[in-house]
């Protein structure tokens, strides 16, 4: 018992630490979202999200990604509309405060690498593939990318808003996450 | 045109309060963003009718009143009318700027999106809509007296001021 309860304190342990290699700066990072509003485009933000990896960019058949977001975070510059997508109809906050991806699997393209991995949002689990650029050295390095998902996979926007008559079906997501290890 | 611009323009500003006072109780919804895409773009189309109708005003004065009306209602028409297309200037742009301080974009008729010219923020957004109120309450109060005025004339004083308007 006491053994099992060692192997798995140092189990989490070394899980923490091969993921805890790099972590996100919340101040120096972005998390934005835009989406077509009557044809034009409006955006938002989550200011709360955190990203934990051990890549490496000379081998990154080893890394492992975590992306956590705190959807209560979510901001588009305007207190009415941000208690609005908070609510059941858009992003149900109390229902599913945090949205996550996470990759076992991120593979080096010609201009960049691509994580294949489960994006969970709003309680709706979905493959996704992140294609992001990193820039940087050992002490300090930048993640930049962007995606395009369909609002309708996660249920977010239904009942009178379930068309695109007004707001659109893809949203674009676009990240810039300064990591540190 | 000083004639068919007065008629043009009391359908649209008619028209106008309609949708602004409906689009205004509505809930927020796909329709409420249609109503007042609608709103903001014949309030745009007002504005600039607004500004054609000023100018033509200042080359084609209204009519001299009829002999004998008393100076304080000469006077009285001369202040409701300038303060009419005040109101007709002055309420567009409030509104315009209500629209503007929002985070929505919206596109003019659907087709032309409108420029942001100001950054989207509270403090201005509630000026905007507390000017937009004020002056929206002060035209229904105007247009009351102005309706009532012209029926005065036609009803009660029986002369041809407001014939005059309608046939020329």
């Known amino acids: ?181 | 045109m000083a004639r068919s611009l007065h008629w043009l323009m009391a359908a649209m500003i008619g028209v106008q309060l309609t949708v602004g006072w409906v689009a205004e109780e509505m809930a927020r919804s796909p329709e409420k963003v249609t109503w007042m895409t609608g709103h903001k773009s014949l309030g745009v189309t007002i504005l600039l009718f607004a500004v054609l109708r000023t100018w033509n005003k200042t080359l084609d004065p209204a009519p001299l009143p009829p002999a004998g009306t008393p100076r304080w209602e000469i006077h009285g028409a001369t202040i409701s009318h300038w303060t009419l297309y005040f109101l007709m200037l002055a309420l567009p742009l409030s509104g315009w700027l209500v629209a503007d301080t929002a985070i929505f974009p919206w596109k003019l008729w659907w087709l032309v999106p409108a420029p942001d010219i100001l950054a989207s923020g509270k403090e201005l957004h509630e000026i905007g809509e507390t000017l937009h109120k004020l002056l929206v309450w002060s035209l229904v109060a105007l247009l009351s007296l102005h309706i009532l005025a012209a029926l005065r004339h036609h009803f009660i004083k029986r002369n041809d001021v407001l014939r005059r308007m309608w046939r020329g």
């Open chain 1, 1 to 181: 018992m006491r053994l099992r309860c060692l192997l798995l304190a140092w189990g989490l342990m070394s899980a923490t630490a091969v993921l805890a290699q790099w972590h996100s700066l919340v101040d120096e990072s972005e998390l934005t979202f835009i989406v077509s509003f009557e044809g034009l485009e409006i955006a938002g933000r989550f200011a709360g999200f955190q990203v934990y990896t051990n890549f490496d960019p000379n081998d990154p058949s080893t890394a492992q990604l975590e992306v956590q977001v705190d959807l209560r975070s979510a901001d588009m510059n305007d207190a009415e509309v941000n208690q609005e997508i908070a609510g059941p109809v858009w992003f149900d906050v109390p229902g599913q405060p945090q949205a996550s991806f996470r990759s076992q699997h991120i593979f080096t393209l010609a201009d960049g690498f691509v994580a294949h991995g489960t994006l969970e949002l709003k309680g709706v689990r979905r493959p996704v593939q992140v294609p992001f650029s990193w820039v940087g050295d050992d002490s300090r390095s930048v993640m930049t990318g962007e995606l395009a998902i369909d609002r309708r996979h996660f249920e977010i926007g239904i009942g009178e808003w379930a068309d695109d008559e007004v707001i659109g079906y893809p949203v674009t997501v676009k990240f810039r996450v300064t990591l540190v290890p």
